[in-house]
T-cell receptor, first 112, second 109 residues
Framework: KNEVEQSPQNLTAQEGEFITINCSYS?????LHWLQQHPGGGIVSLFM???GKKKHGRLIATINIQEKHSSLHITASHPRDSAVYIC??????????????FGTGTSLTVIP | NAGVTQTPKFRILKIGQSMTLQCTQD?????MYWYRQDPGMGLKLIYY???????DKGEVPNGYNVSRSTTEDFPLRLELAAPSQTSVYFC????????FGPGTRLTVL
């Protein structure tokens, strides 16, 4: 039930490239979150999704509920985007609906 | 708003010692969480709370205890520290989006 898988684990890109990070999960969810963990360790929430698509600046997050899959896209990547990106889901089940389950993260390095 | 604050930032404990990790949020959120993050692993939920006076176990609660006497505070207690508790601990609060504290890096030797 708590399987959240991310791919790729590591990603190196040249500045300006379009980047896609994927997240898949195993059962129905009430929400999916994308988080960013900076090299210094701090974690910030980028998006919360339950359906469709959201955009914030150069970041776009999409979710396909039927396929149990979400993607995080970064357009025109920049070295300051270098971070670990983490997918987290909150399941619909009553017992675990208040808990989050996390992927192991995608480590992104953007080279100038 | 200060958001979610955690103290201490770093701590070294000897095996068998006890300590409390403090977490405070000033956003009046009902939901609060404690996670641990080990190298190469995803965040794991230790305990969570849906409001003052209510706490529940997460995936990895053994060796820890929590209390939630107020909406603002959610301390995590380690009793009889063990090397397996060496980790980075994050507190978070939620009302929709999750807000994370800066983390506490704990080493047990």
């Amino acid at each position: 039930k708590n399987e959240v898988e991310q791919s790729p684990q590591n990603l190196t890109a040249q500045e300006g490239e379009f980047i896609t990070i994927n997240c898949s999960y195993s059962v129905g969810i009430s929400a999916l979150h994308w988080l960013q963990q900076h090299p210094g360790g701090g974690i910030v929430s980028l998006f919360m999704l339950s359906s469709g698509k959201k955009k914030h600046g150069r970041l776009i997050a999409t979710i396909n509920i039927q396929e149990k899959h979400s993607s995080l896209h970064i357009t025109a990547s920049h070295p300051r985007d270098s971070a670990v990106y983490i997918c987290a889901v909150r399941y619909r089940d009553g017992d675990t609906g208040n808990q989050f389950y996390f992927g192991t993260g995608t480590s992104l390095t953007v080279i100038p | 708003n200060a958001g979610v604050t955690q103290t201490p930032k770093f701590r070294i404990l000897k095996i068998g010692q006890s300590m409390t990790l403090q977490c405070t949020q000033d956003m009046n959120h009902n939901y609060m969480y404690w996670y641990r993050q080990d190298p190469g692993m995803g965040l794991k939920l230790i305990y969570y709370s849906v409001g003052a006076g209510i706490t529940d176990k997460g995936e990895v609660p053994n060796g820890y205890n929590v209390s939630r006497s107020t909406t603002e505070d959610f301390p995590l207690r380690l009793e009889l520290a063990a090397p397996s508790q060496t980790s980075v601990y994050f507190c978070a609060s939620r009302e929709g989006t999750q807000y994370f504290g800066p983390g506490t890096r704990l080493t047990v030797l």
